[in-house]
């Protein structure tokens, strides 16, 4: 919920100290500054303002982006929590994420990331003679219009 | 902490949401964000935390004394003096072990064999980096480009702020410290680039010179005798696009985690393989460090002014102690020394050459107009290849090393065994990107400025999840670290 904050003066006014939300409304009093009040630029509010909703969107991104790594990265979570020392809270730590990459092989969420790997394998084991098979259908055609290698 | 790791999302997360929270009360958050930097620092080994202390300690020390010394010969006395102790403390965990090492070496030449004290100094991470950062801000106050800073708070920070400490870029004090006076802002186009460069940054360290240093760059560069011309080739060209990935990409990082911070730091790396000279060169890579080599090396030796010999002394002095900065070893002495060799060899030809131009005014000929674009993919290709041959003695561990990578070029005669459709892709691919406008980053930033929350957050993590799922196994370190 916002709160008033009054106008003293024809520029906008921000209390000291006091937080600012979006939800704020701003009331206009008679022409004197109280004490504890403070008269800043419009554009300071705005920055103020828009510096606030950028780390709130920010945030959120941030811990969309956790969920998301979490949830399709469920393996990698395990590899690292595995070398943290012995003891009953790292213990713990361990098997909640290895149960947690359970829940995400069951659900084929974990299968994603083995997907990835093993095509980025693929491409790596690729040979030349491989490349040169998946040429399109013309430049096939060019090669085999230079005449047959093998003499028959 | 690496970057690439679970342990900085963590840190990051509570660096974000902590730092943000205390934006209103800036003694704190500047207080807060020291705290932090210590404890990324002291991650890596906890021993050297009193050493960052001991060298903010001494240049917040001096700037201090500058403001309140008005005698010139006094002034010049504190200046020397904190430069004198920033290179100590560096030249003896840097060199210490290199000097007692070349002075055996040298003894034992002129068979004066001596038992010298054995000492293993570990080298602190980014000693290199925060030393010239701490020179620069007490410089910088003497000249009076920057004032000096009352607030022990903000010296702390500036040398310790963790994105750029162990591998900079080295930011300038009349870059940062205005930043910590003002209340700190993140706009949409900030939150945005950080994003793209974080992302852009992880692609080039994980993805790109993880594989090439492991596929091609360390097997040819282990026993080069091996292997053939087109191998070596090849491998001296993944080199020189590991290093831009893994160098550029640490920056990119450091530049956008900054950036989410509220914080502006300039651009480190500037498609340096477009560079159509050597000087070009050198104003595209390691910007921060160029630039530093330039106002607090090359400038005081006398620049170019003392005309054409004293021109090309400067260069080489410069080049040469920037060669020596990269580590205690002879093979980086050569780098560097051949860098400025060449720089002041091109400094000649280009004056003979404008020599021979036309007159200002006069129209140029087609002959002329023509042979600009072909000069320049000239010099974009003659420039590539010299600065691969210098990386050949940068990577290598010794000259024995060196000459053989070398002298191996010229053999074909070994069929090719490490290049790979794969190895091509990524080497060429990553060539490509040298090319492009040069404000990439800024135009794939746009379309987020304006994103949801969801989407960024969707961007974010499936970005991080396909370049974890794409890159090799492990976390290899960042092969500026070693600097």
Redesign the interface.
């Known amino acids: 919920m916002g709160q008033d904050i009054a106008l003293s003066n024809p520029g906008d006014i921000v209390p000291q100290n006091q937080a600012l939300a979006t939800t704020d409304r701003v009331i206009f009093q008679n022409g004197e500054v109280e004490q504890g009040w403070e008269a800043v630029p419009r554009g300071f509010l705005r920055e103020e303002r828009e510096t606030h909703y950028q780390v709130g969107r920010l945030w959120r991104a941030l811990i969309i982006a956790a969920a998301v790594l979490a949830l399709l990265n469920s393996g990698r979570l395990v590899t690292m929590v595995s070398g943290l020392s012995v003891g009953p809270v790292e213990d713990t730590v361990i098997v909640m994420s290895e149960t947690w990459h359970e829940q995400m092989n069951e659900r084929g969420l974990a299968q994603f990331a083995e997907e990835v790997r093993a095509k980025i394998d693929a491409w790596r084991a690729a040979t030349w003679e491989d490349v040169e098979e998946d040429l399109p259908a013309g430049e096939r055609e060019g090669a085999l219009l230079r005449g047959p290698q093998s003499g028959v | 902490m690496l970057f690439p790791t679970?342990e900085f999302?963590v840190f990051f997360?509570v660096v974000?949401?902590v730092g943000?929270e205390l934006?209103?009360d800036p003694s704190w958050r500047k207080l807060f964000l020291v705290g932090a930097s210590y404890f990324f620092y002291g991650w890596w080994d906890w021993r050297f935390v009193g050493l960052l202390v001991l060298s903010s300690t001494i240049n917040f020390s001096a700037g201090w004394l500058l403001d309140r010394l008005g005698r010139p010969s006094m002034r010049k006395t504190v200046v020397a003096l904190a430069v004198i102790l920033n290179l100590s403390i560096l030249g003896f965990f840097k060199y210490y072990g290199f000097f007692l090492d070349s002075l055996r070496v040298l003894l034992e030449t002129l068979n004066l064999e001596r038992d010298l004290p054995f000492v293993q100094v570990i080298l602190p991470v980014g000693i290199s980096f925060f030393t010239f950062q701490g020179i620069s801000y007490v410089v910088d106050v003497y000249r009076g480009h920057v004032r000096a800073s009352h607030s022990v708070l903000d010296v702390f920070l500036y040398i310790s702020f963790f994105p750029q400490l162990v591998a900079g870029p080295i930011v300038r004090a009349a870059d940062f410290l205005p930043q910590l006076d003002e209340?700190?802002?993140?706009?949409?186009a900030?939150?945005a680039i950080g994003?793209v460069l974080i992302l852009s940054g992880l692609i080039k360290k994980m993805v790109i010179a993880n594989?090439l240093a492991s596929?091609l760059v360390d097997p040819a560069f282990f026993d080069p005798s091996v292997l053939g011309g087109a191998d070596l080739l090849i491998g001296v060209y993944g080199y020189a696009v590991q290093i831009y990935c893994d160098f550029s990409g640490y920056s990119d990082i450091a530049i956008g985690v900054a950036a989410?911070l509220?914080y502006k730091f300039s651009e480190n790396f500037n498609q340096p393989y477009r560079a159509s000279s050597l000087q070009d060169f050198w104003r595209r890579w390691h910007i921060s460090l160029s630039t530093w080599l330039r106002d607090y090396l090359y400038i005081p030796l006398g620049g170019n002014r003392g005309g054409g010999f004293a021109t090309y002394r400067n260069l080489f002095l410069t080049m040469f102690l920037g060669g020596l900065w990269h580590g205690a070893a002879w093979t980086f002495v050569f780098w560097g020394a051949f860098h400025g060799a060449a720089l002041g060899i091109e400094s000649f030809a280009r004056q003979k050459l404008n020599a021979l131009a036309p007159p200002a005014g006069e129209e140029p000929g087609y002959i002329t107009r023509l042979s600009r674009p072909l000069n320049r993919v000239l010099g974009v290709i003659v420039t590539f290849h010299l600065v691969c041959f210098a990386w050949i003695f940068f990577r290598a561990e010794n000259f024995t090393l060196a000459s053989t990578y070398v002298t191996g070029l010229a053999d074909w005669s070994v069929p090719s065994l490490y290049v790979?459709?794969?190895i091509a892709a990524l080497i060429a691919g990553s060539l490509c990107f040298q090319f492009t406008p040069p404000k990439l980053a800024e135009w794939l930033a746009r379309p987020l400025e304006y994103a949801?929350?969801?989407v960024?957050?969707?961007v974010?993590?499936?970005g991080?999840?396909?370049i974890?799922?794409?890159a090799p196994a492990g976390v290899a370190p960042f092969i500026y670290f070693q600097f």
């Not at chain 2, 209340?183 to 949409?188: C, D, I």
């Open positions: 679970f999302g997360l974000f949401a943000w934006r209103r209340t700190p802002r993140l706009t949409r900030m939150g994003v594989y596929e989410l509220g790979t459709p794969f949801p929350s969801a960024l957050g969707l974010l993590g499936l991080i999840f396909l974890w799922a794409a």
